[in-house]
């Protein structure tokens, strides 16, 4: 009878202990605006993963592990990548001030679905053989 006291207690003291939801949290960055809505936070998370592409593609050209044939294409999407920073600033500004951002986002989330698609361009297809 004891152990089955025993028993009971500790399976109550540890259903009580380790089953609270689990909610993930993102803290905010100090001295970090944080976007007004899940578009603008999408559209930051884009073009940050995008920088880093763009960054690692134009080091691949340079140490010749991409072919130099793809500047021009680089390039591009750099352009389109300043060009879509400067629409979210833009969108981010609207927003605050709380007018209509409806064209805005429209500019930009065809901004964002070109650069991605300009990204994934740049990218050899799988197997390729660095350029030599």
Known sequence: MRNLILAVSMTVCLAFTGCGAHVATTAAVP??????????????????????GLNKTKEQILNGG??????ADL????????????????????????????ALQQELAGDLATLIQLLANLKPPAGTPPAS
């Open 66 to 71: 991409l072919p130099k044939s793809l500047t």
């Open 75 to 102: 390039d591009r999407a750099i352009a389109l990548y300043n060009t879509a920073q400067q629409v979210l600033k833009n969108y981010d500004t609207a927003a605050r001030a709380g007018n209509d951002v409806s």
């Open 31 to 52: 001295g970090q605006v944080q976007p007004v809505n899940d578009f603008e936070a999408y559209a930051f998370r884009t073009l940050d993963d995008s920088q880093v």
